[in-house]
C-alpha cells in the first residue's frame, strides 16, 4: 500500500504563488501516477494535474499556464507550483497516487485565495 502526506497549503492573495508537497511512503516503487486533485466546497473532487512515472504531465485547464506538477528524482515526492492564483482556486487539494491500479488519497490541504 501507500501513504500519502500532503503540505504546503494556506492563506494567499490573488496573484500569489504556492507550492504543494506530498510524501509518499509505503510501495513506492509501483506507483505509476500521482497528481493532485481538488475538492471545493460543494464541488465535486476534480482533477487539478498528474504527471506518470515517466514523466508525462495532464492538467486540467483550468491550471493549464499557471499550475506545474513535478516530481523528485526518486519519484516519492510530487510538487504542485501555483502561480497567479486566483479566488476560484480555493479548496482543498487532495495527492493522488495509482498503485497497481487502486487510488490513494492524501488527507488534503486547504489552499485559500484571497481577492
Known amino acids: 500500500q501507500v501513504q500519502l502526506v500532503e503540505s504546503g497549503g494556506g492563506l494567499v492573495q490573488a496573484g500569489g504563488s504556492l507550492r504543494l508537497s506530498c510524501a509518499a511512503s509505503?510501495?513506492?516503487?509501483?506507483?505509476?501516477?500521482m497528481g493532485w486533485y481538488r475538492q471545493a466546497p460543494g464541488n465535486q473532487r476534480e482533477l487539478v494535474a498528474t504527471?506518470?512515472?515517466?514523466?508525462?504531465?495532464n492538467y486540467a485547464d483550468s491550471g493549464k499556464g499557471r499550475f506545474t506538477v513535478s516530481t523528485n528524482n526518486a519519484k516519492d515526492t510530487v510538487y504542485l507550483l501555483m502561480n497567479s492564483l486566483k479566488p476560484d482556486d480555493t479548496a482543498v487539494y487532495y495527492c493522488?497516487?495509482?498503485?497497481?491500479?487502486?487510488?490513494?488519497w492524501g488527507r488534503g490541504t486547504q489552499v485559500t485565495v484571497s481577492s
Open positions: 504527471i506518470t512515472r515517466g514523466g508525462k504531465t
Open positions: 509505503g510501495n513506492i516503487f509501483n506507483i505509476d501516477n
Open positions: 493522488y497516487a495509482r498503485w497497481f491500479g487502486a487510488d490513494y
